[in-house]
């Protein structure tokens, strides 16, 4: 089955700085891939969708790019604040059904003043 | 709108008890997910819903762990005989129709003692 594997683990950068984090998966039929973000103790906060006709998608404050070539998704966070503190998962709807979502093992991203 | 409702928030169970899970997915809603979050195994699809009807079980435990949606405002996941490795964060989802984006509940923690 599909498996999604996401660099790296943890990321911490200063205030301003880009904050960057990719995935790639293995299923070539995959079809649907969302970024979500998890606040401390909070839910998934869907940021991003991107379909397989998307390359690249601008969000408020972040960029997707999606390369079906070597099956990479990757978000960029430009100007990284505070408030962007927070753990991100990409997840990658299964090939086969287009249902359930395979999520990526997480970036705990840490924004410093 | 008030997104997916998800009760209780906190479970607090003795080892072999019954745990009953609640979710409420967004009106309109045709499709319900189930994942568990821990920290050693992240985020695993569970099952899922489509009209009421089980579509995908393949991430449920064979024993113990139950799901139905008798109606379409509401699905529960039952574990009987809850065992300390069930504690988790158990997250319900709805989609408007099946591979579109997934809005996540705010999650019930239990927590098997």
């Known amino acids: 089955g599909e498996q999604v594997e996401q660099r790296p683990p943890h990321l911490s950068v200063r205030e301003g700085d880009s904050a960057f984090i990719t995935c790639t998966y293995t299923d070539p039929n995959s079809y649907y891939f969302f970024w979500y973000k998890q606040e401390p103790g909070a839910s998934l906060q869907l940021l991003m969708k991107?379909?397989?006709?998307?390359e690249i998608n601008e969000g408020q404050g972040f960029t997707v790019l999606l390369n079906k070539k070597d099956k990479r998704l990757s978000l960029n966070l430009t100007a990284a604040h505070p408030g962007d503190s927070a753990a991100y998962f990409c997840?990658?709807?299964?090939?086969?059904?287009?249902?359930?979502?395979?999520f990526g093992t997480g970036t705990l991203l840490s924004v410093k003043p | 709108n008030a997104g997916v409702i998800q009760t209780p928030r906190h479970k607090v169970t003795g080892k072999g008890q019954e745990a009953t899970l609640w979710c409420e997915p967004i009106?309109?809603?045709?499709?319900v997910f189930w994942y568990r979050q821990t920290i050693v195994q992240g985020l695993e699809f569970l099952t899922y819903f489509r009209n009421q009807a089980p579509i995908d079980d393949s991430g449920m435990p064979k024993e113990r762990f139950s799901a139905q949606m008798p109606n379409q405002s509401h699905s529960t996941l039952k574990i009987q005989s809850t065992q300390p490795q069930d504690s988790a964060v158990y997250l319900c989802?709805?989609?408007?129709?099946?591979?579109?984006?997934?809005?996540f509940g705010p999650g019930t923690r239990l927590t098997v003692l």
């Open positions: 009106s309109g809603h045709s499709a």
């Open positions: 989802a709805s989609s408007l129709e099946s591979g579109y984006e997934q809005y």
């Open positions: 991107v379909f397989s006709s998307t």
């Open positions: 997840a990658v709807s299964d090939g086969g059904s287009g249902n359930k979502l395979i």
